[in-house]
């Protein structure tokens, strides 16, 4: 082995290729996994109050659709994403917010007046006024935001 | 255990006649400038690594190729290592690639029966070439686009058939996105076929008619 007189000038070769094979297999290879990884590993803070507009827009006992759009910066590029929001208010003095956003497969759900249920239109799933799941695969009622209404203005906290 | 193993592997694939086929070679007694080959095919494989790591992000396309990359340098991790081995690989491919083809010509190591091997050395010599042309304007900066329209432009330089080729390079009359487009495409999937089948070719001549020695004084 390296170190003893003995050695030949075959093995020599053979440990030093191994030996310096791995120092420059290290060296490239755990960046090149971090080059891999990194966009998956940056995370963005979504969280932020967004505005409504007017209480008195949403009739009461009706769900209602509020479409927005919000941009984010991925790679090199601003992605521009629409999230819709049911605002339903059961009584004058209460209001709901729930994400569109199906807690299935991330589908966007609608609201059928008919039926008076929300219905994905992907695997057929169905939610109650509140959200609660009627029937189909979803594994949790809808998601609710948190609401809170200033000046007659509705907001919610958008979180992803 | 990890004999066994290899043994069973060994009836099967051959594997340890494949290893003394190419590593257990006699050769003559040479020097360090007949490394310059294997120098250059380890530059090659260090080459095609990063650059397949490059083509995760890189966008060929004039909208994005500049931003991709700046992405590539500022954004990922570990990016500028990959793009600057790159850079500095493809520069030291280039010379270690010259500087074999001139200790083969000064070696006399192109005469019989080497002829075919140095055949397909001058093509690997192009070839490499060639993939520093396509991959100099793929940044899409000022250097890449004017080095491009020279580039381009001595190429129309040929009599008669000149301004041909300059179209077919730059595929139609300006330096433009299909430009771009075209030289991403031969510098990543056209050059990189090229140069793997001739190094095929090259290595199978050398381990089939051994290297050459170095020529005495009355030879």
Redesign the interface.
Known sequence: MAGTPNLSRNEFVKVTVGVLGTVMGVVVGIPAIAYLLSPALKTQAADAWVALGPLENYPVGEPTLFTFTRTKVNGWEKTVNSYGVYVYRPSESEVTAYSNVCTHLSCRVNWKDDVQEYVCPCHDAHFDINGAVVSGPPPRPMDQFETKVEEGNLFILFTE | MAEKVLTWLDERLGLRGIYNTVFDRKVPKVNWWFTLGSASLFLFAMQA??GI?LS??YVPSPD?AY??I??IMN?????W??RG?HHWGASLMVIFVFAHMLRTFFYAAYKYPREVTWITGVVLLLATLGMGFTGYLLPWNQKAYWATTVGTEIAGTVPFIGSFITNVLRGGSDLSAVTLARFFAVHIWFLPAVIGLMIGVHMYLIIRLGISKIPSQDE
């Open positions: 690594v990063t790591f995760v992000y994005h931003d991709s700046q992405y954004g990922v991790a570990f990016g290592l990959l081995i």
